[in-house]
């Protein structure tokens, strides 16, 4: 007997959607292999390093350990959903401006977590930065240079250096 197919409608990146998963396919095979959104890389493929995370909700979370059926009715966002045409994120302009990019292959699962924490906290402490990005590994170690763009993100005007930012 062959699995069938469910049928999902979601919002994906400020847009309805509707495709079919298997039963078993995890959000990750998903988005990348159905839906075209290739910065949902698999690293790990058991929740530890973050490469995979997406917005659900308004929340980051592994698309890896995410079965695809879950998205069902929610909103996802992905990397390719920051962007506005040829204008980047303020969160891709900084991390490229403060060298939070390396070898880039974690960057996507960063740039979602970093999105989630500041559009629930607009304002955070590099404390709170580093904790909301615990999740990801980074292999090339940039890790000072990645919570120095999301601080820039979240506190861009000028000013005396607050000791819980760096």
């Excluded at 049928?7 to 990146?13: E, H, M, R």
């Excluded at 990348?32 to 659900?56: A, Y």
Aim: net charge neutral; hydrophobic share 40%; proline share 5%.
């Amino acid at each position: 007997m062959t699995a069938k197919r469910i049928n999902l409608s979601f919002t994906l990146n400020g847009r309805p959607k509707s495709a079919e998963a298997w039963p078993t396919q995890t959000a990750l095979s998903f988005l990348r292999e159905v839906m075209g959104m290739r910065s949902v890389k698999e690293g790990c493929g058991i929740g530890e390093c973050g490469t995979c995370s997406i917005i659900l909700d308004g929340r980051a979370v592994n698309a890896c350990l995410l079965p695809a059926a879950k998205l069902d009715g929610r909103v996802v966002e992905t990397t390719e959903g920051l962007a506005n045409s040829d204008i980047l994120h303020p969160l891709q302009e900084s991390f490229i401006k403060h060298g939070a990019i390396q070898c880039g292959f974690c960057t996507p699962g960063l740039l979602m977590s970093a999105k989630a924490l500041l559009d629930e906290n607009p304002r955070p402490t590099a404390e709170e930065i580093r904790r909301a990005l615990a999740g990801n590994l980074c292999r090339c170690g940039g890790y000072q240079q990645i919570v120095e763009a999301v601080l820039a993100v979240a506190r861009p005007e000028s000013g005396p250096s607050d000791e819980k930012r760096a």
